[in-house]
T-cell receptor, first 114, second 114 residues
Framework: KNQVEQSPQSLIILEGKNCTLQ??????????LRWYKQDTGRGPVSLTI???SENTKSNGRYTATLDADTKQSSLHITASQLSDSASYIC?????????????WGLGTSLAVNP | SAVISQKPSRDICQRGTSLTIQCQVD?????MFWYRQQPGQSLTLIAT?????????ESGFVIDKFPISRPNLTFSTLTVSNMSPEDSSIYLC???????????FGPGTRLTVT
């Protein structure tokens, strides 16, 4: 069964600290993996998209890694800010041309405290 | 990027009534998607709406319960019919972007059924 599991479920850190969120997937075939940020009361916003041939991709203070062999991805947030408080969702696509088949994780709820 | 608006942003409705949610995009798009995000759950695709054709519903969702209209390339509506408390959820519309893998989401409509 295609699944995307994220850990931890929730995380609290102090402003300025770094953190790493994890994503394990069992989706097959695999086309690409996406990380989204969802602020409370907002729709998800894309942070990164990686294909199986990419190991790392950065977007400002966000760096995503992908190990297609172990089917694991991580999202590293550097020098966290209060505005980073949000839910971070890992999404795996088995089919590049079909957004109907996205497999969504439950997300990690991150709280950045002053 | 596409800018998507939804109306209403939130509503509280009585059991047995229906609510129509509007989704407006600032550019012409071929495919629009409707998602549901129940409390503590990941996003679940309800249906895909292409202009000029019937919407394609995912397993577990039917047209009688969630009728969709797509009158033009910038607008769509989702109706939640004969509502029950189990329909309490956030409903999101999204569109595909021009670049590969891009997907943009509206802010969502938070529905509470009492």
């Amino acid at each position: 069964k295609n699944q995307v599991e994220q850990s931890p479920q929730s995380l609290i850190i102090l402003e300025g600290k770094n953190c790493t969120l994890q994503c394990n997937y069992t989706v097959s075939p695999f086309s690409n993996l996406r990380w989204y940020k969802q602020d409370t009361g907002r729709g998800p916003v894309s942070l990164t998209i990686m294909t199986f041939s990419e190991n790392t991709k950065s977007n400002g203070r966000y760096t995503a890694t992908l190990d297609a062999d172990t089917k694991q991805s991580s999202l590293h947030i550097t020098a966290s800010q209060l505005s980073d408080s949000a839910s971070y969702i890992c999404v795996v696509s088995p089919d590049a041309g079909n957004n109907r088949k996205l497999i969504w994780g439950l997300g990690t709820s991150l709280a950045v405290n002053p | 990027s596409a800018v998507i608006s939804q109306k209403p942003s939130r509503d509280i409705c009585q059991r047995g009534t229906s609510l129509t949610i509007q989704c407006q995009v600032d550019s012409q798009v071929t495919m629009m998607f409707w998602y549901r995000q129940q409390p503590g759950q990941s996003l679940t695709l309800i249906a895909t709406a292409n202009q000029g054709s019937e919407a394609t519903y995912e397993s577990g969702f039917v047209i009688d319960k969630f009728p969709i209209s797509r009158p033009n390339l910038t607008f769509s509506t989702l109706t939640v019919s004969n509502m029950s408390p189990e329909d309490s959820s956030i409903y999101l519309c999204s569109v595909e972007g021009q670049a590969w893998g891009e997907q943009y989401f509206g802010p969502g409509t938070r529905l509470t059924v009492t």
